[in-house]
């Protein structure tokens, strides 16, 4: 799979393992190809690529730390990625309980490719969620000091073997979310065969705009935004919608929701949308305290570095458009029993 200068500007249609393996090589990553995924493994972590097709195409990374940490570091644990999740674009942390009753972390980010991704979009995806990955690992291990260590090299091998067949992707503990009773095989069986090469497209690639952004939502029938520099807003229900362009360069797609829960009700409310985030999602969920307040904030995040094509951008935000509002939905309805979205059939 040799692609010149030229073509890997081109958009490939439905790339698939052999393509990320490809993609791996060059930029020298050492990865295990597996069946439905790559590993990447590192020292205090394994890194997954793979896909999904829920709630809309994309490929995922996964990194899951090596080490399950001691419950009685919990505390720490929440802290860390409280801030990790306020402070950082990528990727999404998150915790969940094993059976034997530790702690294991997970980080998360996503690049979406409904409608196709370049070489160049591939290989800035996979090389930069390594980079900022390890980066949050880095930070998580000094937060920890030697309550996270590395494996020796049996139980890493041991480990990863076992992380190649694992499942990835869990449903959501959350009512109501349309995506609670996700087939797997039926996400993944997309992308998995390698028999052809993906089909290559001429669309150009540019860079992407605030102009572009609000043509792209009113493509989508939202037509009242008001422009700014480097963001753009809309209200959707009483959702409160803002679009920025970061110095990454990554696109950012943030809906707030005021629910006026108050902070005595922090830690729920934190559990509710580490659930979310550990499910994966495509979105990252948070609370912000406001004047006493929790608000909810959902975050849509993915580099922006080589542009995208005009169908690509279209794709992005209708895909985090609705990614937000689905978020705000299920998450408001656990925390409150009431949701301020309201689709179109309602």
């Known amino acids: 799979m040799n692609y010149d200068e030229a073509e890997r500007k081109k958009i490939l249609m439905f790339p698939t393992i052999a393509t990320l393996s490809a993609v791996a090589e060059s930029i020298g990553l050492n990865f295990v190809e597996g069946a439905d995924r790559l590993l990447v493994p ?28 001691s419950m009685a570091k919990l505390h720490d644990v929440t802290e860390f990625i409280e801030s990790w999740n306020s402070e950082r674009i990528n990727p999404t942390a998150s915790f ?14 996503h690049f979406p490719i409904g409608a196709g991704a370049s070489w160049e979009q ?41 992380a190649l067949r ?17 087939d797997e095989s039926t996400a993944l069986n997309l992308f998995l065969d390698s028999s052809e090469e993906p089909a290559l ?6 860079p992407v705009t605030i102009d572009g952004i609000a043509e792209a939502w009113r493509e989508k029938g939202i037509e009242k935004m008001e422009k700014h520099e480097d963001f753009i807003v809309t209200g959707i229900n009483n959702i409160l919608m803002a ?33 979310w985030n550990n499910a994966p999602a495509a979105t990252r969920a948070l ?15 993915i580099p922006i570095t080589h542009g995208f094509s005009a169908d690509q951008l279209s794709e ?24 301020p979205v309201r689709w179109p059939d309602q």
């Open 42 to 69: 590192w020292d205090l972590h394994r890194q997954l690529f793979t896909f999904t097709a829920h709630p809309d195409p994309a490929i995922v990374s996964i990194a899951q730390v090596r080490c399950d940490i």
């Open 96 to 109: 969940r309980v094993t059976d034997e009753g530790d702690v294991s972390v997970s980080f998360v980010s």
């Open 122 to 162: 591939l290989s800035d995806f996979m090389y930069r969620s390594c980079d900022v990955t390890d980066m949050a690992v880095t930070e998580l291990a000094s937060t920890l000091g030697s309550h996270l260590i590395a494996l020796n090299d049996y139980a890493r091998t041991y480990e990863d073997d076992k």
């Open 166 to 182: 694992q499942t990835l992707f869990r449903p959501y503990d959350i009512d109501g979310d349309p995506t609670r009773d996700l």
């Open 201 to 206: 497209f001429d669309d150009p690639l540019t």
């Open 243 to 275: 679009v920025f362009i970061d110095n990454g360069p990554s696109l950012l797609m943030r809906g707030h929701w005021d629910c006026d829960l108050p902070e005595s009700d922090w830690l729920r409310a934190f559990l509710v949308a580490n659930d």
């Open 287 to 301: 609370w912000v305290e406001e004047e006493e307040h929790l608000q909810l904030r959902v975050e849509y995040a």
């Open 316 to 339: 992005v935000i209708g895909s985090a458009t609705q990614s937000i509002l689905r978020a705000i939905d299920a998450l408001s309805l656990e925390i409150t029993g009431s949701s």
